[in-house]
Each structure stands twice: as structure tokens, then as C-alpha cells.
């Protein structure tokens, strides 16, 4: 009987799993809504008050993004006022809301790999898994890479989809 040969794990392509840099810490949000005045309107003397008495220990060793989930106009300094007091709670913060926080950390994720690990390499980005990644990552994750792979696929090894191959060099 012939031998069963697992051509896949042969094979010279390398996978990258984005799902393996996917936050693992837990993703707050600050809402700015309930500090203001009838939910609609910052008074900063209030504002402060509300700030001090806030307990920001909820956000400890967590991910944080700050924003408004009511149409109020919100001053740029009330912003930063919030970022003071996360500072020494949380273990990172953005403006925006939780997807946006995903992005940000995806791509500080994507923006740490060396490059120079990839030259001439066939990767599979893999497509499949339990998180629903956004579009960003991958269109990040290829911006990175093209410059110094052979081709990078799409989807599993044994099934994947041509998504660049590096023109023969002369």
C-alpha cells in the first residue's frame, strides 16, 4: 500500500493566521454620554466633577475607546481630559468605538512584523476562523507584505485563492 503524503505540510508556504494577533484583552468602551448635561450639552465645571468621581479602575488591564454615542458636540479637550484619567488604567486607548479599537490594534500587530521574515516567501493568509475580521486587516497585512514575498494566497493551503505573485525578475 502506497504511502499517505500530507502534501500540505510539505509544501514550501507559510500561513499567517491573523487571528493569533487579535486582541485578547478585553475591549471597553467610555462612552461620553452620560457626563453630559441632559445627555446633550458638555458643561465643564460638571464635566470635571463627573471625571474625578468616575471609578476608571473598571478599565484596568483593559482596552479602551473613547467616544460619544449620542449626535452632542464634545469639545477635542474633553476628549483629552478622558485620555488623562485612562492613562494610568488602561493598557491602551483611541478615540472611536470598539471596531475601530480592533483596527488600531491590528495594525500596531501588523505594523511589528519584520518584514525581512517574508522575503521570497509563499504565504497563505488564512481566511477561515472564529473571529469576524474586518477587510482592514487583510488589505494591511498585504500592504506590509507584497513588497518582499513571492505571492500571497488566500483562504487554507489546500484550498486558496491567487491574490499577488511577484513578477519574475530578468
Known amino acids: 500500500m ?11 508556504l507559510k500561513q499567517i493566521d491573523l487571528e493569533e494577533i487579535y486582541p485578547k484583552e478585553e475591549i471597553a468602551v467610555f462612552d461620553m454620554k452620560p457626563m453630559l448635561f441632559q445627555e446633550m450639552i458638555l458643561r465643564e465645571k460638571d464635566f470635571r466633577v463627573a471625571l474625578r468621581e468616575f471609578d476608571f479602575s473598571v478599565f ?4 479602551v475607546a473613547i467616544h460619544c454615542s449620542i449626535d452632542a458636540i464634545v469639545p477635542t479637550w474633553a476628549y483629552m481630559l478622558v485620555a488623562t484619567y485612562l492613562h494610568s488604567h488602561a493598557i491602551d486607548f483611541i478615540f472611536g468605538d470598539k471596531d475601530d479599537m480592533i483596527k488600531y490594534y491590528l495594525k500596531a500587530e501588523i505594523d511589528k512584523i519584520n518584514k525581512e521574515d517574508w522575503t521570497d516567501a509563499k504565504i497563505v493568509v488564512k481566511g477561515c ?4 475580521l474586518d477587510a482592514f486587516a487583510y488589505v494591511e497585512l498585504t500592504k ?5 514575498v513571492s505571492s500571497i494566497m488566500y483562504g487554507e493551503p489546500c ?3 491567487p491574490v499577488f505573485k511577484q513578477k ?3
Open 2 to 12: 502506497d504511502e499517505i503524503v500530507n502534501k500540505v505540510a510539505k509544501s514550501p
Open 144 to 148: 506590509k507584505l507584497q513588497p518582499v
Open 129 to 132: 476562523g472564529d473571529k469576524n
Open 60 to 63: 484596568d488591564g483593559k482596552l
Open 168 to 170: 519574475k525578475k530578468a
Open 159 to 161: 484550498s486558496t485563492v
